[in-house]
């Protein structure tokens, strides 16, 4: 008589015992199903036995009477008895897909393309509609926990003369006041360093202009024209909307549980989000369109962002910070 080994779980722990299986008569010449290996030996009528299909190469399971299960990793006593006879219901069906390529290769692909629709279009959808609860007390955090993070690793004091910062606040000012912006707005002014000649807008409304960039200007109307790009960056909570694309962990606790101890985590990542990766080309354009409008109704030639742009480009070196680094290509924005 061949046994079998199995493993026993009793149903109410997760604890398993090794036991040995074997069908043997028994006095009305019934076959029974003896388990060794227990406390006290068991065995079971084969018709009070529920064994389900397997799926794939997974083990046997067989049910018992009560809670109890068998587990049968090699072989089985039933793994002669026809499919269709054995239980199986979601299980019989995951069997019978699984030994199909064809389904198998569609599930694949399906998934694959599940999970390129939610990270083209679900996290971007997602940070969009998370940057709208965040509470402007938190945005303030992020803003300035970021400027603080920066001022330590990249920017140094600006040496721009106060006269001058002046003159730019004042301008930067008027052009908040006539674009009607919601919610806070400063400029501050940063010596660049390795960010060389360039220009960030940070969560809570934070502009901040190299003094690179604005000795790279050559009118102010140039100066005006990075103004309002980076206010469209702002108006639009492009970095709060990058950071958390960035940040899916942080991303999934703010939309999913409403925690709001995702400040920090966010933090820590304004330098390499805003400052190293790229902006989306969407939220360039965005920020594009919107310095474009603002231009025209303040009838500043179009030209003038196409200007600095170019002078940009042409300087040297370039370093992996600078401004073309995290904006995208001149000649595209230019036309
Ligand atoms: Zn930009």
Redesign the pocket.
Known sequence: MRSYEARYYDGRSTAATPVVVELRPGEDGRVLLHVDGLDVPRAFAMSALRPHTRVGSSSRMVELPGAAWLEFGGGSPFDDVPEPTLTGGAGHLLAKLERRWSVAVAALAISVLAVWVTLASGVPALATRAAAIIPAAVDAQIGAGGLTLLDQRVFAASELPAARQGELRRAFDEMARDLAVQGPLRLEFRHGGEAGANAF?LPAGIVVVTDELVQLAQHDDELRAVFA??IG?VVNRHSMRMLLQNSTSALLMLVLVGDLNVAGSLVASIPTVLVHAA?SRD??RE?DRYAREWMRSADIPIARLGDLLARLDAQEPRSGWSYLS??PRTEERAQ
């Open positions: 807008a790009h980076e960056h902006h939220f360039e920020a995290t904006h």
